[in-house]
Nanobody, 111 residues
Framework: QVQLVESGGGLVQSGGSLRLSCAAS????????MGWYRQAPGKQRELVAA???????NYADSVKGRFTISRDNAKSTVSLQMNSLKPEDTAVYYC?????WGQGTQVTVSS
């Protein structure tokens, strides 16, 4: 059974930083593309960043230059370093691979 468990969310002031982590189990982690999505109240879930098995990354335009996705295949974890956070980054952030989602972690950025 595939499981994804996120951690690292919280409350931060505008301009601050947070680091999210996602621990995966039940999969051959190294061969899977991993992604971070977010969903703000009243909005659709959207892709924030993704990283392929070879380490290729892509980002939503809104987070380019501020967020960095990385993976540690030895630990089966994927991380999202978020810098220069803005109030519009406030959302529940979800880790994803294929059809499996984590439970989500709340990120709140105050102005």
């Amino acid at each position: 059974q595939v499981q994804l468990v996120e951690s690292g969310g919280g409350l931060v002031q505008s301009g601050g930083s947070l680091r999210l982590s996602c621990a995966a189990s039940g999969i051959i982690f190294s061969i899977n593309t991993m992604g971070w999505y977010r969903q703000a109240p009243g909005k659709q879930r959207e892709l924030v960043a993704a990283i392929t098995s070879s380490g290729r990354t892509n980002y939503a335009d809104s987070v380019k230059g501020r967020f960095t996705i990385s993976r540690d295949n030895a630990k089966s974890t994927v991380s999202l370093q978020m810098n220069s956070l803005k109030p519009e980054d406030t959302a529940v952030y979800y880790c994803n691979t294929k059809s499996t989602w984590g439970q989500g972690t709340q990120v709140t950025v105050s102005s």
